[in-house]
């Protein structure tokens, strides 16, 4: 099982350790757009969307682009913006 680094919250549903280090918010959408490049050049996939085929049962398109990690990198992003320590303007 790997590692989710920016999350607070581990695979398994646990919170992780108060002081763990973890990576940034840009860190995420730097990952996700790798995998948009990669699924999409690379792989031939492009922008499609990530859908099940109704016909032969199977997932087709740009698994980048699904609607599941979109909903999660929001939901990422709000986390991180509620859990940021305060910033004082002087």
Known sequence: MTES????????GKPKPVGKL???????QK???????IFGRDLGLGKR???KNEQTGRMTGNPS???LLGTYM???Q????RNCPPVYLL
């Open 49 to 51: 969307d990530w859908t």
């Open 22 to 28: 973890r990576s940034k918010y840009t860190h995420a």
């Open 5 to 12: 680094r920016c999350d607070e919250i581990s695979l398994d």
């Open 74 to 76: 929001v939901s990422l």
């Open 31 to 37: 990952m996700r757009a790798s995998m948009t490049h």
């Open 78 to 81: 709000n986390r991180k913006v």
């Open 65 to 67: 682009t699904s609607h």
